[in-house]
């Protein structure tokens, strides 16, 4: 899209006047490439205008119709279906035309060339998205899950985005928003009543509110969570020995041979990373070379890149083989980032059928027994990563969420278990209020009340172009 940004930049001849303090923004709405149908959309005050100067005429409002799409010099560039909608009942809440056409590159690029002729400027990523906001038709946390639910990897994932999208996820903050300005009222009057805030701060009623909404927030974050995995996924990092079987488990949860398996030690050199679904879950993992003492210089820089995804996973799947020295494979253990973030796994089921004895069970987050090369006990391991993520099957109106959004909720449950404390212990009520107006401007940041706007332009700008 650069280069017709370039070829643009002094076309205005044909231009109507541009309304005063906004402008008309334009893109293809559809992925690069050729397809059956393509979508050139406008949004703006001359949206109409230009769609009467390219097709002769429009449709009546939010009915599709059948046109052809002309030149500057009346030429044919295509014909297809065009769709008008007024404002402000549009998605941007702006006047929005969509031209339907043919899906080939170059008859998109002409159409979109002639509504730049015409005064229309390339939208920037998100910008649709953007406007929406702007103008109230969506919060940002509905605006952020239109591009979950285009980018979603797993069914999950998109039911969950399209769960956020029609306003579970807001709703629920905008409950939580309401409960604590009820209580800002309640601390507010204390303030306003000195000689009535050691009984506002010893009474029951306000310290049950604030231990509920500490609740409430609470599982909003564990749903949150959830949300985040739905949308990001896991990292799984399988380590071990040589020849513990790690190429052999990662065939079994890709259900493909992705790996080469052989007798030989040291056949795993490099990082293979493979994308699966995991029952929704979208799983990134990572087969890493065996973890031992080598001069070998290649194998050496393996097992290097071994240790460094081993620190970046969520999780790492730790392979034990039940014939090799245990205190040799225990060492690996040490370099676990923390103890609930492994698990234990005896491989070689099929051969092995007692486990030994001597494993540190506190070091794992679980322990299980499987053979990678039968399957036997993969999907019971399945399960077990699911649990030890914290990834239980998403309950009905289940939503997706950000990093941010998680990062938001756990400084609103900070204020509020601060501010409980400044209740109970201190009776400090200036404090209190303090903590609860944190709370609320950390809760407006997930549906964009209270959001720089340099963050604001850096999460639209991450949007794909036409949406």
């Known amino acids: 899209m650069g280069s017709v940004t370039d070829r643009h930049t002094d076309r205005h001849t044909d231009a109507p006047a541009a309304a005063p303090g906004t402008d008309t923004i334009c893109a293809i709405a559809t992925p690069p490439g050729t397809g059956g149908v393509g979508i050139v959309r406008l949004s703006g005050p001359l949206a109409a205008e230009m769609g009467r100067r390219v097709c002769g005429d429009l449709p009546p409002a939010r009915r599709a119709?059948?046109?052809?799409?002309?030149?500057?010099?009346?030429a044919i560039i295509d014909h297809g279906l065009v769709l008008y909608f007024p404002a402000p009942g549009s998605f941007t809440g702006e006047e929005v035309l969509e031209l339907h056409g043919h899906g080939g590159p170059v008859v998109m690029h002409m159409l979109l060339d002639r509504v730049l002729e015409l005064g229309a400027r390339l939208a920037r990523p998100g910008e649709f998205s953007e406007r929406a906001f702007l103008n109230n038709k969506l919060d940002l946390a509905q605006a952020e899950a239109i591009a979950d639910l285009i980018g979603s990897a797993t069914e999950s994932a998109a039911r969950a985005a399209q769960q956020s999208l029609s306003g579970v996820f807001s709703r629920r903050v905008n409950a939580l928003q309401e409960t604590l300005t009820q209580l800002r009222v309640l601390v507010e009057a204390a303030i306003d009543f000195p000689d009535e805030e050691i009984d506002f701060l010893t009474d029951s009623d306000v310290v049950q509110r604030l231990h509920q909404a500490c609740a409430a927030v609470d599982s909003l974050l564990q749903a949150a969570r959830q949300g985040r995995l739905l949308r990001d996924g896991i990292t799984l990092a399988i380590i071990g020995r040589p020849n513990a079987g790690k190429s052999s488990l990662l065939n079994a949860l890709?259900?493909?041979?992705?790996?080469?398996?052989?007798?030989?030690?040291?056949?795993?050199?490099?990082?293979?990373?493979?994308?699966?679904?995991?029952?929704?879950?979208?799983?990134?993992?990572?087969?890493?070379?065996?973890?031992?003492?080598?001069?070998?210089?290649?194998?050496?820089?393996?097992?290097?890149?071994?240790?460094?995804?081993?620190?970046?996973?969520?999780?790492?799947?730790?392979?034990?083989?039940?014939?090799?020295?245990?205190?040799?494979?225990?060492?690996?253990?040490?370099?676990?980032?923390?103890?609930?973030?492994?698990?234990?796994?005896?491989?070689?089921?099929?051969?092995?059928?007692?486990?030994?004895?001597?494993?540190?069970?506190?070091?794992?987050?679980?322990?299980?027994?499987?053979s990678a090369k039968t399957g036997d006990g993969v999907d019971r391991l399945k399960t077990l990563i699911r649990k030890t993520v914290g990834a239980d099957e998403q309950a009905q109106g289940g939503f997706s969420a950000r990093q941010r959004h998680v990062d938001a909720l756990k400084r609103v449950l900070a204020h509020l278990q601060a501010g409980h404390q400044r209740c109970i212990e201190d009776q400090a009520t200036e404090l209190l209020a303090e903590e609860l107006r944190l709370a609320q401007r950390a809760l407006g940041e997930i549906t964009g009340e209270q959001l720089p706007e340099e963050l604001l332009d850096a999460i639209f700008a991450s949007f794909c172009i036409g949406k």
Do not use: C
């Open 254 to 370: 890709a259900g493909q041979e992705s790996a080469i398996v052989t007798a030989i030690p040291g056949t795993t050199r490099d990082v293979l990373r493979e994308f699966i679904a995991l029952d929704g879950i979208p799983v990134h993992v990572a087969d890493t070379a065996g973890i031992r003492d080598t001069v070998d210089p290649i194998e050496l820089e393996g097992v290097r890149r071994a240790r460094s995804a081993l620190r970046a996973a969520d999780l790492v799947l730790l392979v034990l083989d039940p014939g090799e020295d245990l205190a040799m494979q225990q060492a690996i253990m040490t370099e676990l980032p923390e103890p609930k973030r492994a698990i234990a796994i005896w491989n070689k089921r099929d051969i092995y059928a007692q486990i030994p004895d001597g494993i540190d069970g506190a070091a794992f987050a679980a322990t299980i027994a499987i």
């Open 65 to 74: 119709r059948l046109m052809q799409f002309h030149d500057a010099e009346g």
